[in-house]
């Protein structure tokens, strides 16, 4: 089974701008949950999509958004970036079942640097 | 406020010598999580742990969830230069899902 994919994996980006980040979650999966990690706060929670839905949202701005495609792949999007928001966002995929403990399962992550 | 403390922060041994990482928590988690991340890459996971008390081995690393379902450890019997990482536990309230991360622990094993 291919893992879970994250593109693009480097991007640069200047002030004020937005930016899109896309993640195709392992097949199967209907979760995907979005992470931002960075040396001083480590990996914080950003949302969680479940069919199209978003079920869990973590304490950031409204600047952050995501969706979610039926055919659960997710994206993620930050409008008027901040030189704050210079991190790896990692997404992970999740069965989402009964029998599983919310175990993820994350993508090599989009390292975004604001400029 | 950090849920989840971790500690060490930092640990630098030598091949051979064992070593223990503590996550700590003032909350329950209905399960608890341990991951290993290399630089540039995503988080693997290693192990979860549900039962208060459960204790799970994967060759020279043991996985111990408190009896409470508040704290766990991750023990590295004779540690190799590829146990090298940052080891992160999270833990989980609920079945949605979002995950608690502790701050890590990077750990270095010099040959």
């Known amino acids: 089974k291919a893992g879970v994919t994250q593109t693009p994996r480097y991007l640069i980006k200047t002030r004020g701008q937005q930016v899109t980040l896309s993640c195709s979650p392992i097949?199967?999966?209907?979760?995907v949950s979005w992470y931002q990690q960075t040396p001083g706060q480590g990996l914080q929670f950003l949302f969680e999509?479940?069919?199209?839905?978003?079920?869990n949202k973590g304490n950031f701005p409204g600047r952050f958004s995501g969706r979610q495609f039926s055919n659960s792949r997710s994206e993620m999007n930050v409008s008027t970036l901040e030189l704050g928001d210079s991190a790896l966002y990692l997404c992970a995929s999740s069965p989402r079942t009964t029998l599983s403990h919310n175990e993820q399962f994350f993508g090599p992550g989009t390292r975004l640097t604001v400029l | 406020t950090q849920l989840l403390e971790q500690s060490p922060q930092f640990l630098s041994i030598q091949e051979g010598e064992n070593l223990t990482v503590y996550c700590n928590s003032s909350?329950?988690?209905?399960?608890l999580q341990w991951y290993r991340q290399e630089p540039g890459e995503g988080p693997v996971l290693l192990v979860t742990v549900v039962t208060g008390g459960e204790v799970k081995k994967l060759k020279r690393l043991t996985f111990q969830f408190g009896d409470a379902r508040k704290d766990s450890s991750l023990h590295i019997t004779a540690a190799q230069t590829g146990d090298t990482g940052l080891y992160l536990c999270?833990?989980?309230?609920?079945?949605?899902?979002?995950?608690?991360f502790g701050q890590g622990t990077e750990l270095s094993v010099k040959p």
């Open positions: 999509y479940f069919s199209e839905t978003q079920r």
């Open positions: 909350s329950v988690f209905s399960s």
């Open positions: 097949s199967g999966h209907r979760s």
């Open positions: 999270a833990g989980a309230r609920n079945q949605g899902g979002k995950l608690i």
